[in-house]
């Protein structure tokens, strides 16, 4: 084995910590990739043999591409963004293999907080809080002595805690309520599906999964219009259906996906609102897929 092949393997083995690091701080399975490969080609590019510890040194170098990424961001004023034919009649076909990308992804509710934070706070907590790492390696990172990172990672700490209070309970619930609507479609229950649904909810798909919903129809498969409107509409579009459907977080929101095999290939986005579902998007458009944050669950 080569000195560059046996680099690669080290780093393979370090780079699922590397990525959970990343996803910590930007929220973008993505761009946490995006970070992660450029550890890579910095450590590439270094002389690796003098490097002492090298999982601490590609935290480092994570978190530096991260700090810098998320100023870029603020700069922009821009949120984290990511990069079918088919519809929910699709998910009928169960495929038990499921990626395991981010398992140990945080809740939806703690990443909506994270995003409030300021750059430098952010990775100072995600580093100590998260990772474990002492102050007088974060300091340099965040350029800050190691006392000051303290203050970041702690102010950070207690917007964390005071927000969890109030936006948590609100995420928990809307998981609720996509949890129960899809229990309620696989098991094909008409009545609890209403009940879960607002009277006036509104479903949406695009041209792709309105396109695949059309040629299905010769064997049976219901037609699908780009608007359906009203609960006992939509309630009819879903009851029996979605048996391969899974938990997802949608731009860190509550939803639902189709992904045999862990490829994502429809995304279900909820609105929910006073308990009831009120709007259900659903997204098959190869290029439109590539603009959400799907982490599976």
């Not at 043999?49 to 591409?65: C, D, S, Y």
């Not at 340099?140 to 964390?160: C, F, M, T």
């Not at 509550?254 to 986005?269: D, I, K, M, T, Y």
């Amino acid at each position: 084995m080569t000195d560059r092949e046996l680099l690669a393997e080290r780093f393979e083995e370090t780079r699922p910590r590397l990525r959970a690091v990343a996803y910590r701080m930007l929220g973008s399975s993505t761009e946490a990739e995006d970070a992660v490969q450029e550890a890579w080609l910095r450590l590439s590019r270094s002389e690796a043999n003098e490097i002492g510890n090298l999982g601490g040194w590609l935290t480092t170098v994570v978190a530096r591409v991260c700090l810098d990424m998320l100023r870029s961001r603020r700069v922009r004023g821009e949120e984290p963004i990511e990069g079918v034919a088919a519809t929910a009649a699709d998910m009928d076909a169960v495929d038990p293999e499921r990626d395991s990308l981010l398992a140990e992804s945080i809740s939806s509710a703690l990443l909506v907080v994270l995003q409030t934070l300021a750059p430098a706070e952010r990775v100072a907590f995600v580093l100590h809080d998260m990772f474990d790492l002492p102050f007088d390696e974060i300091g340099p990172i965040v350029d800050r002595s190691p006392a000051a990172a303290r203050q970041l990672a702690s102010r950070a700490r207690r917007r964390v805690q005071g927000a969890s209070a109030h936006g948590g309970r609100d995420r928990v619930r809307q998981r609720e309520v996509v949890d129960a609507f899809l229990a309620a479609s696989r098991s094909g229950d008409f009545a609890a599906l209403v009940a879960v649904l607002d009277p006036d909810v509104v479903l949406r798909a695009d041209a792709s999964a309105v396109q695949a919903a059309a040629a299905r129809q010769a064997q049976g498969a219901p037609a699908l219009a780009p608007e359906v409107h009203g609960a006992d509409a939509v309630a009819t579009a879903f009851a029996g259906r979605a048996k391969a459907a899974q938990a997802a977080l949608i731009d860190g929101a509550p939803g639902l996906a189709w992904a045999p095999g862990g490829h994502v290939r429809a995304a279900f986005c909820f609105t929910v609102a006073d308990g009831r579902v009120t709007g259900i998007d659903i997204v098959t458009d190869p290029a439109e897929l590539q603009q959400l944050d799907v982490v599976l669950q």
